[in-house]
């Protein structure tokens, strides 16, 4: 069975007192509105893990990730969290090769590989995000692209492993701009993607995995999105910091 999931991913936004703010909203909502079979994974600032931990029943519906991790699990590496000390505060999930860290703390496919190691070998469940730039959509193999993003970070893991990562397809022309793609333009890439997954994995396994899809979904595009056949949810960014939207995305969800 493919599991449903939404994502809300803040990014570096928020202080202290309006994420608790967020986080209890958030939960409350979710509590008394949403009825549909689908997790709801909230991904504030690393800071903010351990309170948000507080506000989230181990569980329920509602999971707790984090934005990122290392890829070692402890040592030398200022300012870095580790998988381990993710897993030792109760989070469940990391989303891993975000397009913004990999375009603005230089992360590379094979470094992504090695983090989705540690968070699986963890205990985590990585958001493992993958995407095109806007250069590659209109004059390039950005399909190529995306499958060789899967293919460096991802096929090392044995099936088994597999199974248990999440993917996220975010195109880069999409996030934070206004620009959502289309609901076909987002099918057609999330069919490919599981196209790849069976040409190494099966078919079993690739119809299992779940897909999202990120970049300026929101409570107006979002039932339209999840209604196509290959995606699964999505991880929301900009939509996420408001509680009544991120809520009325989560019930997009059917
Ligand atoms: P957005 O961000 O929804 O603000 O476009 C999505 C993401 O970057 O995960």
Known sequence: MRKK???GNWKMNKTLEEAKALLSEVVNMVKDEVTGDVTV???PPALYLTTSRQYITAG???ALGAQNCHEKASGAYTGEISAPMLQSIGV???ILGH??????FGETNAQLADKVNSALENGLTPIFCCGESRELRENGDYIGFVKDQLTDSLFHLSAETFAKVVIAYEP???IGTGLTASSAQAQDMHFEIRRHIAGQYGDAIAQDITILYGGS?????????FAQPDV???LIGGASLKSREFTNVVKAVN
């Open 99 to 104: 397009s913004e860290r990999r375009q603005y």
């Open 92 to 94: 469940e999930y990391v």
């Open 172 to 174: 880069i022309w999409a």
């Open 60 to 62: 329920g519906r509602v």
């Open 232 to 234: 699964d949810g999505g």
């Open 217 to 225: 979904a929101n409570e107006k595009n979002a039932a339209e999105l």
């Open 41 to 43: 994974v909230l991904c």
């Open 5 to 7: 999931i939404v994502a």
